[in-house]
């Protein structure tokens, strides 16, 4: 009889052996308590007082960079795929439910949960961040998608276990300039010279995006 946790126990039932033993195991998915008492076939009585079972969260043990890494696009866009992480238990399985943050350390670049960008393109509003944290799913995933700032140049974003600090991932990208928009002198103007001489001064241009991004 159990009462309490929702679990697997199996065999509820069956016949004692030899010795007079019967064995069952419990699984359960949940964190929490399970209560069993044994009671006789066609009986109404216990045989066995209650025997409470705690089931716990494994601890996290691995953090895997699954994708994301090493990814460039152009500013203001998103990268082309999610920043992906897996956290597994001491045994190797995919840990459910264990919080991830994501942080933007470096550069310029906002994140966006996958049910945040379903609503922006639905609506519009951007909804994005600078810091996001996300529960692992029954696998072990996290991840968010990053839509790059206006800036170019690198971008590092730390996924970081809540519980576990000291278990992180950096991830690596770069954003790249938009397309040239605009050129500016800048260097070299407003010079005089004679005729068969060069100028003093190199004339110098810089190309640029329209955020002020150098274009090379």
Excluded: W
């Excluded at 082309?80 to 350390?105: C, N, W, Y």
Aim: proline share 5%; glycine share 10%.
């Amino acid at each position: 009889v159990t009462s309490g946790l929702s679990a697997n126990v199996s065999p509820l039932q069956g016949m004692t052996d030899q010795q007079g033993s019967f064995q069952a195991s419990a699984f359960s998915a949940q964190p929490g308590a399970l209560t069993l008492q044994v009671q006789e076939a066609h009986s109404s009585e216990y045989l066995s007082a209650a025997q409470t079972i705690e089931f716990i969260v494994p601890a996290a043990s691995v953090v895997e960079l699954v994708t994301g890494a090493g990814q460039s696009a152009p500013v203001t866009t998103l990268l082309p795929h999610p920043l992906t992480i897996r956290v597994k238990d001491e045994f190797g399985r995919g840990l459910s439910g264990a919080e991830v943050q994501f942080t933007v350390v470096h550069g310029t670049a906002d994140l966006l949960l996958p049910a945040s960008l379903a609503v922006e393109k639905e609506s519009g509003v951007k909804l994005s961040l600078a810091a996001a944290t996300v529960l692992t799913d029954g696998e072990g995933f996290a991840g968010v998608q990053v839509r790059l700032g206006t800036q170019s140049g690198d971008i590092e974003i730390q996924s970081m276990l809540v519980a576990y600090p000291d278990k992180k991932i950096n991830f690596r990208c770069k954003s790249l300039p938009a397309a040239a928009a605009e050129l500016n002198a800048v260097h070299g103007s407003g010079q005089t010279g004679t005729t068969s001489h060069r100028l003093s001064q190199p004339l110098r241009v810089q190309v640029r995006d329209q955020y002020g991004n150098g274009v090379p």
